[in-house]
């Protein structure tokens, strides 16, 4: 069965520092990653995802991730956060029955000033 | 276009009393999903819905019921409230295609505590 696992519950970064949030799945069919991001008392969204071709997937704000197959990899990287990034940040996977999503147990950005 | 709406945002319920939490969508979506969000546990899948008139368990369905009597609603009944279900819940809808690489769409989520 998929599923992905979080390596951090908690990152603290300083204004501006690059930032590293890690997502490791375990899968045995073809993959499709996501990472969505939950800002302070909201709903969860998308923030970019991999389907498909390069492995390098990028958001309109800043954020990418690599699709690494030899190490199941789908680490989210930034290389200069900002204030409004502190947010919650899960990983995720599609299950094999209909479009539901194993959702790892996320990892908290706190951009400190 | 409203998104995936969800009421109440708040809720306090004694041990033993039942709610439901209601959820719709406009963007016609066919699939719609439950999850509840509990510190260091991420969300897990209560139920899902395929489509009107379809519906199945997820990983934590004991204690909870749903129905699809329409595209746009999918209400989450608590049938007796305990404190175990403490915990925010979000509802999720993704497109028509119901394929695994559709996006998913949450709302706001309900805060629910049970006293």
């Known amino acids: 069965a998929q599923s992905v696992t979080q390596l951090d519950s908690q990152v603290p970064v300083f204004e501006e520092a690059p930032v590293e949030l890690r997502c490791n799945y375990s899968s045995s069919v073809s993959v499709y990653l996501f990472w969505y991001v939950q800002y302070p008392n909201q709903g969860l969204q998308l923030l970019l995802k991999?389907?498909?071709?390069?492995?390098l997937v990028e958001s309109i704000n800043g954020f990418e991730a690599e699709f690494n197959k030899s190490q199941t990899s789908f680490h989210l990287r930034k290389p200069s956060v900002h204030i409004s990034d502190t947010a919650e940040y899960f990983c995720a996977v599609p299950l094999n029955t209909g479009n539901q999503f194993y959702f790892g147990t996320g990892t908290s950005l706190t951009v400190i000033p | 276009n409203a998104g995936v709406t969800q009421t109440p945002k708040f809720q306090v319920l004694k041990t033993g009393q039942s709610m439901t939490l209601q959820c719709a969508q406009d963007m016609n979506h066919e699939y719609m999903s439950w999850y509840r969000q509990d510190p260091g546990m991420g969300l897990r899948l209560i139920h899902y819905?395929?489509?009107?008139?379809?519906?199945d368990q997820g990983e934590v369905p004991n204690g909870y019921n749903v129905s699809r009597s329409t595209t746009e609603d999918f209400p989450l009944r608590l049938l007796s409230a305990a404190p175990s279900q403490t915990s925010v819940y979000f509802c999720?809808?993704?497109?028509?295609?119901?394929?695994?690489?559709?996006?998913?769409?949450f709302g706001p989520g309900t805060r629910l505590t049970v006293l």
């Open positions: 819905s395929v489509g009107a008139g379809i519906t």
């Open positions: 999720a809808s993704s497109s028509p295609g119901g394929r695994n690489t559709d996006t998913q769409y």
């Open positions: 991999y389907l498909s071709g390069s492995t």
